[in-house]
């Protein structure tokens, strides 16, 4: 019997619309360590599929087809959603993905609920957080620290 979810899979995963996902995987890959597991094209050159690895997790894309209502956040002038990874070396994944060409958004910094939090958006116009939790904090603790920050008039 076939399982509901594919092996290696999660129960979400991304699927992303990029103008010009060619160029978009290959950034990933410089950018944030991403390993390429196929890509597959239409007649007239775009990306219909691709998927990429980003640590455990994987992420799908295609190519733009407005036709068919599929534009990417470049094109609608912004996006919504972030992807969030965590990762070993917040610090270190922030210095390549900005170093490949990402525009930092929040720098690196230690959060009140326990990670070590920035976020970059990429050329395509999708926002990624990159995290490496550093603490295990309470849910109290958590809504304290918060509430102490936000007094100050500190967003984070």
Known sequence: MTDACPKGFSSVTPHLVIKDCANA???????LGAQEIYRSKMP???IMHAMIQ???????????FPDMGA????????TSTSLHIYTDDADK????ATDAG???IMPIADMFWGDRYGQIQDPYGHRWAIATHTKDVSPEEMEKAAKEMFSKGNPC
């Not at 640590?55 to 799908?60: C, P, Q, T």
């Not at 994944?93 to 390549?96: D, I, P, S």
């Open 93 to 96: 994944l922030f210095k390549q």
């Open 71 to 78: 534009v990417g956040p470049n094109t609608l002038g912004g």
């Open 44 to 46: 007239d050159g775009r």
């Open 102 to 104: 990402a525009t930092p």
């Open 25 to 31: 995987l290959d950034f990933y890959k410089k950018a």
């Open 54 to 64: 980003i640590g455990n997790s994987f992420v799908m894309m295609a190519d733009e």
